[in-house]
């Protein structure tokens, strides 16, 4: 696990530009508070045990987290595990720690990071992260997005709209190119998929392949065009001075 943690990392800074082949594939396929009760004169029954869930269920998530910055490889291991099983339970609690001051904390619970099933809730997740500003969060923010992209589209490119009028950030900077990208996806994949069910099944194999082969294509283009347009806004707020002409003598 330690392993395809930092090749996420090693590899957001290579990121080879698959879009050209994508392109040519593509072209060959065509509530309120509960009611005070009155006073009845016997004594206050105790506070029920399941009002204490909720912290201790946090605080479990809390020391797993820690867990996956221990030395010892095994209780990495476990840790993760652990966490992996809650599922969407534990999505809060990793959230919080992408941006974790460990930094092997932090890469282990964005790898760890599910991806909401509801699609405003992914949403929200995938805003979070791209507003970090970070190449490996804005790469798990577009992996979220590009799965049933169909399904996130309309809410996603709302997201974007809304930031008209708004101070410059990385998400209103990034959001756009990935918007683009994902929308061509959902076209092309909309297109695609009725004509799967018309080929011949020793077809449908090859076919496939090469449309995972193109949202590939597209999930990559929108991940390095986002992290271009998140690279100059920073650069631009860095120089400024640069951007100035001379001034005359």
């Known amino acids: 696990m330690e392993v395809r943690v930092m090749n996420r990392v090693r590899s957001s800074r290579r990121a080879p530009v698959i879009l050209g082949i994508a392109m040519s594939v593509s072209t060959a396929l065509g509530g309120a508070p509960p009611a005070a009760t009155a006073p009845t004169g016997r004594a206050s029954a105790a506070p029920p045990r399941a009002a204490s869930a909720p912290s201790a269920a946090s605080a479990d998530l809390e020391s797993l987290i820690r867990e996956l910055g221990a030395t010892d490889s095994a209780a990495r291991t476990r840790a993760a595990e652990a966490l992996r099983s809650r599922g969407e339970s534990a999505l809060d609690a990793l959230l919080a720690h992408v941006c974790d001051p460990d930094a092997e904390i932090a890469l282990r619970c964005l790898d760890l990071l599910p991806s909401p099933a509801d699609p405003h809730r992914r949403v929200e997740v995938v805003r979070q992260l791209i507003d970090s ?56 994949e909309r297109f695609m998929k009725p004509r799967l069910a018309t080929l011949p099944a020793d077809q449908v194999g090859r076919q496939r392949k090469l449309l995972e082969e193109i949202r590939r294509g597209r999930m990559q283009a929108a991940y390095l065009l986002a992290i271009a347009e998140i690279g100059e806004m920073n650069l631009n707020r860095e120089t400024p001075a640069r951007r100035r002409p001379p001034e005359q003598p």
């Open 133 to 188: 500003g970070k190449p490996e969060q804005v790469e798990k923010a577009v992996e979220f997005l590009f799965q049933e992209g169909a399904s996130v589209k309309d809410a996603f490119t709302a997201e974007a709209v809304g930031t008209a009028g708004q101070k410059d950030s990385p998400f209103k900077r990034g959001a756009p190119p990935i918007v683009e990208e994902l929308r061509l996806w959902v076209e092309h």
